[in-house]
């Protein structure tokens, strides 16, 4: 088993790398507006915006690497998840100021589905590939970062930034209710074909 000494980076975990490092570098600017309630400046939303895009930009670049190099697996992917996943709940966090605390809720979703799983361990289990689920997983980013975009102009109403959230909220709760009850369809189906001990034994009459 691969351990944090032992783990020898891809190609493709490096450009994610790169990734984590930049949302990472969004979060120190995102994060403490949260708790003085101000709005981030121009040139800390712009420079916030640039690197959130660029993060999201290269979101499109580590799968094909990883396929081209023949070094794609479990792990990585993995890795990316936990990186996109990180990168919008530092944007959700950014949108906070100039939206709304609501946005949250779209960076909060993946975790809460995590920790249920955590309960429910077949919510773990992988799901069948769904290009509307990966549509719907780029928009969250997509909306957030145009959200910060709209803020940073002069005389834009609030409503105005919040419009793009506002979809893309249902559409992520669409999409993780959906992939819930395949999972959970799928275990019940499979608890329910599980053979129950003793079955296919006939019971000997005790004399």
């Known amino acids: ?7 020898r980076p891809t190609p493709a975990d490096r450009i994610t790398l790169v990734r984590a ?3 990472a570098v969004c979060a120190v600017l995102a994060i403490p507006p949260l708790f003085t309630g101000d709005v981030p400046g121009q040139v800390p939303g712009l420079l916030l915006v640039v690197l959130g895009s660029t993060a999201l930009l290269l979101d499109a670049v580590d799968g094909p690497v990883a396929r081209r190099t ?6 990585g992917a993995r890795f990316d998840s936990a990186t996109d996943a990180f990168l919008v709940l530092v944007l959700s966090i950014a949108t906070v100021t100039v939206v709304g605390p609501w946005t949250l809720a779209i960076g909060a979703m993946y975790y809460l589905v995590a920790a249920a ?9 992988p799901l ?4 509307a689920r990966k549509v719907i997983g780029a928009v969250q980013p997509l909306a957030l970062l145009l959200a910060l975009v709209i803020a940073q102009v002069p005389g834009m109403p609030p ?7 506002a979809v893309a909220l249902p559409l992520l709760l669409f999409s993780f209710g959906r992939d819930v ?12 074909a599980a053979p129950r001990p003793g079955a296919g034994h006939p019971v000997r009459p005790v004399r």
């Not at 023949?70 to 792990?75: E, Q």
């Not at 069948?128 to 290009?131: G, L, V, W």
């Not at 959970?184 to 329910?192: F, G, L, M, N």
């Open 70 to 75: 023949g070094t794609a697996s479990d792990a």
């Open 1 to 7: 088993m691969e351990t944090i000494t032992t783990w």
């Open 21 to 23: 490092t930049l949302a």
């Open 159 to 165: 409503a105005l930034a919040a419009a793009a959230p």
């Open 117 to 125: 799983g955590i309960v429910r361990p077949h919510l773990r289990e």
């Open 128 to 131: 069948p590939r769904s290009t």
């Open 181 to 192: 009850v395949v999972l959970e369809r799928r275990h019940r189906a499979s608890t329910e």
